[in-house]
């Protein structure tokens, strides 16, 4: 079968193209896709030729085309002969999927079954980037009543503050140099936000957390923003770089901010994690995506809320060029409903 895709033909071009999936075998579901998320920080830098997306490839030079899409829901409509998890017909996450009208996925790899009926294709569509920041809270190890800052309010930055106030953060402590961004923190559960460049900012931090953050969400990647969330931490805090790193050229004063203080630099890239079987603070994407489905169904996070605009798959050549040329891009779908 021919299915249509969206795919990366040059830098920051978009076009949506016919293409094959690949042949199911008998741990396969094959899915139609409902709707799909971009995500900014890492589509931008595949679509616009940054050859260094990949924590596992060494190779200086992108090469085109190039695909994405990797948080996606859909619905069933085939399934291998030893697939066990899910039938025809139920509602599905998408993990590591793209953006794509059918994909052929592996059962044990890229589907959770959407177990709640009053969760909408949006809503899931977006889960399985929420398993980003999840997982990166969860590495710290927060307790109930602990300080939060979240340094960087792009969508894992705004997922963070709805997780760690679900996760009894408190302050929590939202941080961008754009006033709408803040403005949108508060409202989606922040405690306070505050410019990162405003001069009095870390005195601000230490004065609203009694002396440090507990805990910090580093989402920018910079270097600098390291840097400047490193001088909110209390003694003993947590810092997760859940931002991609991708600028190795980082100067940070490690014997009197990180050493002296012992603070704990975490590593949370999202493949940090375990394949099959979940622990204390390192959990599964496939139990995230559970956990997400479920503080979803109780009102307790609301991530569909944060999506700004939906688009049909034939405009991905405008979205794509747009994120190429804006700093700040919002939270977009794609819905796949029109798409035969």
Not at 5 to 18: G, H
Not at 176 to 202: C, Q
Not at 318 to 328: D, N, T
Request: glycine share 8%; net charge negative; aromatic share 6%.
């Amino acid at each position: 079968m021919n299915t249509k895709q969206i795919i990366f033909t040059s830098p920051c071009v978009a076009e949506l193209l016919d293409r094959q999936p690949r042949e199911m075998t008998d741990d396969d579901v094959l899915v139609e896709t409902a709707v799909s998320s971009l995500s900014s920080g890492t589509e931008r830098a595949i679509v616009s030729g940054d050859p260094n997306v990949s924590i596992y490839s060494t190779d200086p030079v992108a090469h085109f085309p190039r695909e994405s899409g990797y948080s996606s829901a859909g619905t069933v409509i085939a399934v291998g002969k030893n697939v066990k998890k899910v039938a025809v017909g139920d509602r599905v996450v998408v993990s590591w999927g793209a953006h794509a009208k059918h994909q052929v996925l592996r059962e044990d790899w890229n589907i959770t079954k959407i177990s709640d009926d009053r969760i909408s294709f949006s809503e899931a569509a977006l889960f399985h980037i929420g398993t980003f920041p999840l997982a990166a809270i969860r590495k710290c190890h927060l307790e109930i009543g602990e300080s939060a800052i979240v340094m960087g309010l792009g969508v894992l930055g705004m997922m963070a503050v709805q997780l760690l106030r679900a996760a009894g953060a408190v302050p929590i402590i939202a941080a961008d140099p754009v006033a709408k961004k803040r403005e949108e923190a508060l409202r989606f559960g922040a405690d306070y936000a505050l410019d990162p460049l405003a001069p009095d900012f870390v005195d601000t931090v230490k004065k609203i957390t009694n002396g440090g953050a507990n805990v910090a969400i580093e989402v920018t990647g910079f270097g600098s923003a390291l840097d400047g969330v490193l001088d909110c931490m209390a003694p003993f805090g947590r810092v997760a770089l859940l931002g991609c790193t991708r600028d190795r050229n980082f100067t940070i004063d490690y014997y009197r901010k990180v050493h002296g203080p012992g603070i704990a630099l975490i590593g949370a890239h999202t493949n940090a994690r375990p394949a099959r079987e979940s622990s204390a603070g390192l959990w599964t994407t496939f139990d995230d995506v559970t956990a997400l489905i479920r503080l979803t169904a109780a009102g307790r996070i609301d991530l569909g809320a944060m999506v700004s605009e939906t688009h049909i798959p034939t405009d991905c050549g405008e979205v794509y060029a747009r994120l190429c040329r804006e700093k700040s891009f919002p939270l977009v779908q794609f819905d796949w409903s029109t798409i035969k």
